[in-house]
């Protein structure tokens, strides 16, 4: 498993919170930026970290911003990324199992340290159901195929 890993300036500290855990954990990651908390623009992290998951070089990304709400708009506009904008490990386990999302978004104004591993590893421990749930997201790649 590989990460690809992202945040804004509001996100950088806990993204390195993240980046510590991930490491005491063995994950392998890679991380796209910022590397201050100097202020920028989180549709740019957002696209290479989204781009990044799209092109198979990395089997899941996270994304933090103030709120989540931002990134994870910007990282969906890429075809074939499902990011959820989880705040609880319930969300976390739905979005892998139901929603068979390939980018976690959290927001860092919204949860602390804590949680955010928390949710980070119930994102990475669950797995996508299929089934009915294939369906959805054969529905949802309709739509996008819709917009050309």
């Known amino acids: ?38 202020s920028c623009d989180y549709p740019d992290i957002a696209k290479d970290v989204a781009l990044a998951v799209k092109n198979e070089e990395f089997t899941f990304g996270i994304l933090i911003c103030g709120t989540g709400i931002g990134i994870s708009i910007a990282a969906n506009k ?14 976390a386990k739905a979005a892998r199992a139901h929603n068979n999302a390939n980018i976690l978004a959290m927001g860092a104004r919204v949860i602390g ?30 739509i996008e195929n819709d917009q050309k």
Do not use: P, W
């Open 78 to 91: 890429v075809r074939g990324i499902r990011a959820a904008l989880c705040h609880d490990t319930f969300s």
């Open 113 to 142: 340290e804590g949680l955010a591993c928390e949710i980070v590893d119930a994102f990475l421990a669950s797995n996508f159901e299929g089934g009915r749930h294939q369906r959805r997201i054969d529905k949802i790649h309709l």
């Open 1 to 38: 498993m590989k990460i690809a890993i992202g945040s804004d300036h509001a996100g950088f500290s806990l993204k390195e919170a993240v980046k510590k855990h991930l490491e005491k954990k063995g994950i392998e990651f890679k991380d796209f930026g910022t590397y201050s908390q100097e």
